[in-house]
């Protein structure tokens, strides 16, 4: 996921690009043509991509981190084995998207860089802690949910590597929604000790997984852009009410409550209404001051150290076989 929430662009001065190219690249926008690597593109599309994509693999990479935590815990060998896979279909996410930016020039030891140096943005979801087992279920239920919701339209995102990725992502992201619902079920229908895991998870992921959607969109003066350029479909408020409208009949099958005494059926406009979201929290949390911040970013810096020996043996190892390569050409010559 997890990125529209941070989305911000740069609107550079479209005066100072080229008119016919600018006039020919909305046009192509505008006809759902794909924007390719060596087309010609205005800088700031370019910008906003590489931002919004490289935020998105972050997520990815740091979201592995509160489910990992769980993989040596799972109550059953299937559960492992699931978990397991989940997990590292996120690590693939992160290295398709890695790959998605790499198209618009962006060295990934660049992105590896900004986030390591905490320069760059992920999705605020993953500072929370996963204190029980039902969390696992939470979050493919709901985190993995919103993913969802936000990431179909990008599918359609007028840049194609962008575009590309996000396909097989999405069938990837759905099947962890299944899991984490069938995690929540077996447990509702367990003990009344599992229920209550499940409801004490519902109460601390259902707020977070709203916030995922980002700021409402009245407060968001960026969005313009983005919408022209064909990256965004619909707004944030909008992507949030679907994800409400299809995920509260999801829990009231479960036999659980949501945590918001103003959630209420309007049956006038056939939507969900729900209480205020705490805005000031989901601030603190993606500035760096939510619960488990801190300890991600040692976590990533730690295994990102641990890993330098690999990297550097693998690339003295492509160095070698380049060298005898090039050697066997000479004596062939
Ligand atoms: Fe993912
Ligand atoms: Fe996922």
């Known amino acids: 996921m997890y990125t529209q929430g941070l989305n911000s662009n740069d609107s550079a001065p479209a005066a100072a690009e080229d008119a016919g190219k600018l006039a020919?690249?909305?046009?192509?926008?505008?006809?759902?043509?794909?924007?390719?690597?060596?087309?010609?593109?205005?800088?700031?599309?370019?910008?906003?991509?590489?931002?919004?994509?490289?935020?998105?693999?972050?997520?990815?990479?740091?979201?592995?981190?509160?489910?990992?935590?769980?993989?040596?815990?799972?109550?059953?060998?299937?559960?492992?084995?699931?978990?397991?896979?989940?997990?590292?279909?996120?690590?693939?996410?992160?290295?398709?998207?890695?790959?998605?930016?790499?198209?618009?020039?962006?060295?990934?030891e660049e992105m590896y860089e900004q986030l390591l140096s905490g320069k760059a943005k992920y999705s605020s979801i993953f500072n929370y802690p996963t204190l029980s087992w039902a969390d696992i279920g939470a979050i493919g239920w709901l985190v993995d949910g919103a993913a969802i919701m936000n990431q179909i339209p990008l599918c359609r995102c007028s840049y194609g590597p962008y575009a590309r990725a996000m396909i097989r992502i999405c069938k990837e992201e759905s099947f962890h929604q299944r899991q984490g619902y069938e995690i929540m079920l077996t447990l509702c229908r367990g003990t009344a000790g599992q229920k209550e895991m499940a409801q004490d998870a519902l109460n601390r992921w259902w707020w977070q997984s709203l916030m995922m959607f980002g700021p409402s969109d009245k407060d968001s003066i960026h969005s313009a852009d983005s919408f022209r350029w064909k990256i965004k479909r619909f707004s944030n408020d909008d992507l949030r009410q679907r994800f409400i409208d299809a995920t509260v009949p999801q829990g009231h099958y479960l036999g659980l409550t949501f945590p918001d005494p103003k959630l209420r059926f309007d049956a006038a406009t056939g939507h969900w209404q729900h209480g205020e979201i705490d805005w000031s929290e989901f601030k603190r949390v993606l500035s760096g001051d939510g619960p488990m911040n801190q300890e991600r970013m040692a976590h990533r810096r730690r295994t990102e150290a641990d890993g330098a020996w690999v990297r550097e043996a693998a690339l003295a190892h492509a160095e070698k076989r380049r060298q005898r390569a090039a050697a066997a050409?000479?004596?062939?010559?």
């Open 24 to 108: 020919r690249f909305q046009a192509k926008c505008d006809a759902e043509d794909k924007i390719e690597p060596n087309d010609w593109m205005p800088g700031a599309y370019r910008k906003t991509l590489v931002r919004q994509i490289s935020q998105h693999a972050h997520s990815e990479i740091i979201g592995m981190q509160p489910e990992g935590n769980w993989i040596t815990r799972a109550p059953s060998l299937r559960r492992k084995a699931g978990l397991l896979a989940k997990v590292q279909d996120e690590a693939g996410h992160g290295l398709y998207l890695y790959s998605a930016a790499e198209t618009l020039g962006i060295a990934r």
């Open 329 to 333: 050409r000479q004596a062939a010559e």
